[in-house]
């Protein structure tokens, strides 16, 4: 990637033109970093082993699937009666072992570009639909400039279960560009943005220069009539979709026996009269050899 291109050449010192945004989930990393967070509860006794399955599930359809509307919201209301009441403290103390399950499915070519942004003038920032703690987190970790996140009502320490600005997700997260433009003077119009999903089109949209990474399939379509760049780097996905064809075609195969070798009983019923025929005339001839012995036996007596 020639990261020179982004149009940061001639801009005032501490005053970049562009940014380089990040979604969080099958863009920076492989599968959900949601996933890991539930491991964590779990094994702190916030959940329980059925909701940790749950949560398994989601990621593995996710990775196949992408995200849809109603499941990104149902998420981001299980996860806000999860935390209600939880201390501040208590999740922060999470953050070992999430970072544990996120850190390794980070791909590498992914912080290779963030940081030839970096390198190249321009600030790089984390923007996902997760927690404004796991962005926080992570871009302290990753020495990124920033994260962006859906941030949680806080009250006395402890989180109140409820949000405490808009969801970043689809439009939410133009909001929260938005916000960031005024706060550091960034230009939406020379800056870059990488995602996977359909639902961060207006994401995609609000820069100069998108790119897709491990699209869904309307993002793949729209990313061939936009001409956008396209990365793809989650061979898992690519693994479990040759899986599940090959499943259907053994499911299919095995139909397929199963009808052939009804269809051949069938065919094999129609010559069973020749074939019981057979049997006789050899029974006959038998008794016929059976009867010559007898006769040459009696006349050797």
Request: glycine share 12%.
């Given at each position: 990637m020639?990261?020179s291109?982004?149009g940061?050449s001639?801009?005032?010192?501490g005053?970049?033109?562009?940014?380089?945004?990040?979604?969080l989930d099958?863009?920076l990393?492989?599968g959900?970093s949601?996933?890991?967070?539930a491991r964590a509860?779990y094994?702190?006794?916030m959940?329980s082993?059925?909701?940790?399955v749950?949560d398994?599930y989601?990621n593995?359809r996710?990775?196949?699937?992408?995200?849809t509307?109603?499941?990104?919201?149902?998420?981001?209301?299980?996860?806000?009666e999860?935390?209600?009441?939880?201390?501040?403290?208590?999740?922060?103390?999470?953050s070992?072992?999430v970072?544990?399950?996120v850190?390794?499915?980070l791909?590498?070519?992914?912080?290779?570009r963030?940081?030839?942004?970096?390198d190249?003038?321009?600030?790089v920032y984390?923007?996902?639909?997760?927690?404004?703690e796991?962005?926080?987190l992570?871009?302290r970790?990753l020495?990124?400039?920033?994260?962006?996140?859906?941030?949680?009502?806080i009250?006395?320490?402890?989180?109140?279960?409820?949000?405490?600005?808009?969801?970043n997700?689809?439009?939410g997260k133009v909001l929260?560009?938005?916000?960031l433009v005024?706060?550091?003077?960034?230009e939406?119009?020379?800056?870059?943005a990488?995602?996977?999903?359909?639902?961060?089109?207006p994401m995609?949209?609000?820069?100069?220069h998108?790119?897709?990474?491990?699209?869904?399939a309307a993002?793949r379509?729209?990313?061939?009539e936009?001409g956008?760049?396209?990365?793809?780097?989650?061979?898992l996905?690519?693994?479990l979709?040759?899986l599940a064809a090959?499943?259907a075609g053994t499911?299919v195969a095995?139909v397929?026996?199963?009808?052939?070798?009804r269809g051949?009983?069938?065919?094999?019923?129609a010559?069973?009269p020749?074939?019981?025929?057979?049997?006789?005339?050899?029974s006959r001839?038998?008794?016929?050899r059976?009867?010559?012995s007898?006769?040459?036996?009696?006349r050797?007596?």
């Amino acid at each position: 990637m020639d990261a020179s291109a982004n149009g940061s050449s001639g801009s005032p010192p501490g005053r970049p033109r562009g940014a380089a945004f990040f979604d969080l989930d099958k863009t920076l990393m492989a599968g959900s970093s949601g996933v890991f967070f539930a491991r964590a509860a779990y094994e702190t006794g916030m959940i329980s082993r059925g909701r940790l399955v749950q949560d398994v599930y989601e990621n593995v359809r996710f990775r196949l699937l992408g995200s849809t509307d109603d499941r990104a919201d149902e998420v981001r209301k299980r996860v806000g009666e999860m935390i209600a009441g939880v201390r501040v403290r208590d999740l922060q103390r999470l953050s070992p072992r999430v970072l544990s399950g996120v850190l390794p499915r980070l791909y590498p070519q992914m912080l290779e570009r963030a940081y030839a942004h970096q390198d190249a003038g321009l600030p790089v920032y984390i923007l996902t639909a997760a927690s404004q703690e796991m962005a926080d987190l992570l871009a302290r970790v990753l020495a990124f400039d920033g994260g962006l996140g859906s941030r949680s009502e806080i009250v006395d320490g402890r989180y109140t279960g409820r949000p405490a600005g808009p969801f970043n997700y689809r439009e939410g997260k133009v909001l929260a560009m938005r916000e960031l433009v005024d706060q550091k003077g960034i230009e939406l119009d020379a800056s870059y943005a990488y995602s996977d999903s359909e639902s961060d089109l207006p994401m995609l949209r609000a820069v100069r220069h998108a790119v897709v990474v491990n699209p869904d399939a309307a993002l793949r379509r729209i990313a061939a009539e936009e001409g956008w760049e396209v990365v793809e780097l989650d061979r898992l996905r690519r693994r479990l979709k040759v899986l599940a064809a090959l499943g259907a075609g053994t499911a299919v195969a095995s139909v397929g026996r199963v009808v052939l070798g009804r269809g051949g009983s069938v065919r094999a019923g129609a010559p069973r009269p020749a074939s019981g025929g057979s049997r006789a005339t050899q029974s006959r001839a038998s008794a016929r050899r059976g009867g010559s012995s007898g006769s040459r036996c009696r006349r050797r007596r």
